[in-house]
């Protein structure tokens, strides 16, 4: 499944952010894609080749995960979870990177993903384990699930944020009882998250009480690329 994502949920490297108010649960290490070129509606299937050509830019990202819901649901229903923005609380963005001619390591399924918490490692996966085997992977199922299944488009200036590569739990936050099932980061009764992305495509999270010291989440991907000011024009965003 996947969703838009509303457009007040993007938040630049730097910001602020309150757990409770946006009931946040748990964080995503996700990669952005940033769309060059129209993909359209056609009768053959788009191949992951050609969506890597329409692929303006990638970048970092860093979901938080939160529901939207006042009262317990047992069992939402497709509905509920599109409404919902597919428990899409915010997206931290990081520093973009221009597509080069070829897909760099950082995107492919055997490139190593750690989250860690205070300098230690608490999440690792791959680029294998996104819900699309990779995050182009999945980048071309929702190409094609929109332009050939739906018959709708794709446009230039589009992000599409495309599946966990690893996440963490924020284990003192109430939770769906998926979440219980991830990895869990120790954060205690703090509200507040100051959100630090990172270098090329590396992105770090920090969090700290009021009265007391700072707490560092970094989201590790050893990407390799040039970093490029990006200033390229976003009308929608998805999430897969």
């Not at 748990?26 to 992951?48: I, N, S």
């Not at 993903?113 to 990779?134: F, M, Q, Y």
């Not at 990407?223 to 897969?240: I, L, N, T």
Request: net charge neutral; charged share 20%.
């Amino acid at each position: 499944m996947y969703s838009p994502i509303f457009s007040g949920c993007f938040l630049p490297s730097g910001a602020e952010v309150s757990l409770s108010h946006h009931k946040v649960f748990c964080a995503e290490a996700e990669y952005g894609f940033v769309m060059q070129h129209d993909l359209t509606p056609r009768d053959e299937v788009y191949t992951e080749e050609e969506v890597w050509q329409a692929v303006y830019s990638f970048e970092p990202c860093i979901e938080l995960c939160g529901a939207r819901f006042t009262t317990a649901v047992a069992k939402a229903s497709p509905y509920h979870l599109l409404a919902d923005a597919m428990s899409n609380a915010l997206v931290i963005r990081g520093t973009p990177i221009r597509r080069p001619a070829t897909v760099p390591d950082p995107l492919r399924p055997s490139n190593r993903v750690r989250i860690l918490v205070d300098g230690k490692e608490v999440s690792t996966g791959t680029g294998a384990s996104n819900p699309g085997d990779s995050p182009l992977g999945a980048l071309t199922f929702l190409v094609n699930d929109i332009t050939h299944r739906r018959r709708l488009p794709l446009c230039a200036g589009h992000l599409v944020i495309a599946g966990h590569t690893c996440q963490v739990a924020f284990s003192s936050r109430p939770a769906p009882p998926s979440a219980r099932t991830l990895p869990q980061a120790q954060s205690r009764s703090l509200d507040t998250l100051v959100m630090l992305t990172g270098v090329i495509v590396g992105a770090v999270l920090l969090h700290r009480d009021e009265a007391g010291p700072r707490h560092g989440m970094r989201h590790d991907q050893s990407a390799h690329g040039v970093q490029e000011e990006y200033s390229h024009h976003h009308r929608h965003h998805r999430k897969f």
